[in-house]
Structures are given as C-alpha cells and as structure tokens.
C-alpha cells in the first residue's frame, strides 16, 4: 500500500514544492529517510515513475533504508522492492526499465551503473568498497579502497548475488545464484554467457539469453500448458532472436 505522507515528503525533499508535487517517486510501506541526497530524473517526469518499497504488504515489518550523501540519476522508470538498503556517498545510474529485488543492499562510495532494462534479485549485494585498506606484505603495495561498478545492459542478476568493486558485466548477461561473487571484469566474456559460483566464472559454453517480451511469455507458457508432455519449445527458424527477446516498449 502507499505511504502518502512519505511519498509527499520524499518528492518535496528531493525536488522541491513544485516538481515534488507531480510526485514522480512513489513510496510504499515503511521507510526511514535519514538523508534524501541529490536525485536527478534524466527523462521525461510523470507520476510512479519511480517506485520504492513496493510489495511491501507481504513483509508488513520490513522497512527501507534511505541514506543518500551522493548523487542518484534515474534514466527511465525503476522498480525499488521493499526492505531496500540505499547507503550512497557517490554516484549510482540507473539505466532505467530495473527491477530491484527485495532486501537488496546497496553501499557505494564511487560509482555503480545499472544498465538499461537490467535486474537484480532479491538479497544481493553491491559494495564498491573494502572500508578499509590492505597491504600486499610481498611488494608492499596498497590497492584502492573503492572501485566502481559497471553492470551491462539486459542483465539479470540472480538472488543472493554479491558484487563487489571492479566488477563490469557486458550486455545479456545471466548470473546464476545462489550465492555467486563477483569481483573483477568480465567484458571478455561470451555474449549471453551465464556466470556463477564464487568467484563468478562462465559455466561451460552456455549461450542464454533472458526473454523480456511478456506478449511472447504468455504465448510460450499457452504452449506448455497445452503440451503438457513438452520439454522445449522451439521458436521457428525465420526469428529474429534480437527482436524476439527484447522488450516491446
């Protein structure tokens, strides 16, 4: 359910009376802002585009978290479920059309991109930084505490997912939970490679590619139900597997 007096506080805060009040974030259940930060909307503005806390009726006890010291720039409309931890001192994108999933936590102290029509599960975690710095005892060598975070665009990132700083992620991505860690670049991976385990590694020469078009789900699972027997469903040989699979908008 919304939260009125939250949603109306949270969009005063952020962008003033006046754009506040067309009320382009929506908050939902409960919420602890301690600081709104700065939050910039790179696209069109309209109502419920952005949206924090949602489906928090499940959980009727689990609060979001909201401690912005940084800058958040929303590119397109995000879903943001609830039980969220939002701890930024630097810079996050949202690429826009992202689903984030419930109890995700985020602590950035650099840079963290999320690219377009990308989605992370439920209890994951984004951490750009060790908080602390390490010495290698061989060469005495002090690395950085912070480094940021790069995911592509059309990924999807499975639950219980850990990404710490250095991690780039190219497009059409698939990381496969529970559990996974990710901790370097992986820009040289196959496209539409599945990663998973701890450190996060191609798994055999899997080539798979998420279907976002729900039009397209709702033909395939009228297939499955029909065919009770069936294992596979095979898109006919003529198909343009790009345009099949991306997201009719």
């Known amino acids: 359910m919304i939260n009125l007096l939250a949603t109306l506080k949270f969009n005063i805060m952020a962008f003033g009376l006046k754009k506040g009040l ?15 930060g700065k939050i910039n909307i790179n696209c069109p503005v309209r109502r419920r585009l952005i949206c924090i806390g949602v489906n928090n009726e499940i959980v009727n006890n689990a609060v979001t978290l909201w401690h912005n010291e940084g800058t ?22 949202f690429g826009g059309n992202n689903i984030i999933g419930t109890l995700v936590s985020f602590d950035i102290n650099d ?11 439920i209890a994951s975690n984004i951490l750009d930084s060790n908080h602390h710095f390490t010495i290698n005892m061989d060469n ?6 912070t480094g940021c975070i790069r995911i592509g665009n059309y990924n999807w990132i499975g639950s219980n997912t ?3 700083k250095g991690c780039i992620t190219p497009d059409y991505i ?27 590694k191609p798994i055999g020469n899997l080539r798979i590619r998420r279907i976002y078009d729900f039009h397209i789900e ?6 499955f139900d029909e065919h009770p027997e069936a294992e596979f469903y095979t898109v006919p040989e003529n198909t343009d597997l790009d345009e ?3 997201l009719k908008v």
């Open 22 to 36: 067309r009320l382009p974030v929506y908050v939902y259940g409960k919420i602890h802002i301690n600081r709104i």
């Open 72 to 93: 958040i720039d929303f590119n397109g409309q995000v879903f943001l479920n609830y039980g969220i931890r939002m701890l930024n001192k630097g810079h996050i994108v």
């Open 111 to 121: 840079r963290l991109e999320v690219g377009y029509n990308s989605n992370i599960g």
């Open 140 to 145: 005495r060598h002090v690395a950085r505490r």
């Open 162 to 164: 850990f990404i710490k």
């Open 174 to 200: 698939i990381v496969a939970s529970p559990n996974a860690l990710l901790a370097k670049d992986y820009s040289n991976a196959e496209p539409y490679s599945v990663l998973g385990g701890a450190p996060a």
């Open 218 to 223: 709702r033909e395939i699972q009228k297939f």
């Open 244 to 246: 099949y699979c991306k």
